[in-house]
């Protein structure tokens, strides 16, 4: 009999000491995933820099096209190269609209022509 207790001692000894070694230079079985804002912020600043460039290239020719893509634009996706010009379009009509406004309201501007 105290063969026995003996033998099931060890055996949970042995299973307890293996349950609790591991190493710690191992990394860890389960992946963790980390999400970062600063890729998206990147992405929204390169987005903005390209429709700022936009408006600047269609102030200066008005019939630039999707053809005549500014530099800042390079690497954005171009599923949204449309929108991109567009919003740059609309940048540009907010400003030309802007500029006519402040003239009309003062009496001395003459950049502007007003029949």
Not at 10 to 17: G, H, I, R, T
Not at 36 to 61: E, F, G, H, N, Y
Not at 66 to 72: G, I, Q, S
Request: hydrophobic letters at 40%; glycine letters at 4%; charged letters at 25%.
């Amino acid at each position: 009999m105290h063969t026995r207790t003996t033998a099931m001692a060890v055996a949970v000894l042995a299973l307890v000491l293996s349950a609790c070694s591991s190493k710690p230079d191992q990394p860890d079985a389960t992946p963790t995933a980390t999400a970062t804002a600063t890729p998206t912020i990147d992405q929204a600043a390169a987005r903005q820099a390209c429709v700022d460039a936009w408006a600047d290239v269609l102030q200066a020719d008005p019939d630039a096209g999707l053809e005549d893509e500014p530099v800042p634009c390079d690497g954005l996706p171009k599923g949204d190269r449309i929108d991109r010009y567009m919003e740059g379009l609309q940048q540009r009509n907010k400003a030309n609209r802007d500029r006519v406004a402040a003239c009309v309201e003062d009496p001395a501007c003459t950049s502007v022509p007003i029949p």
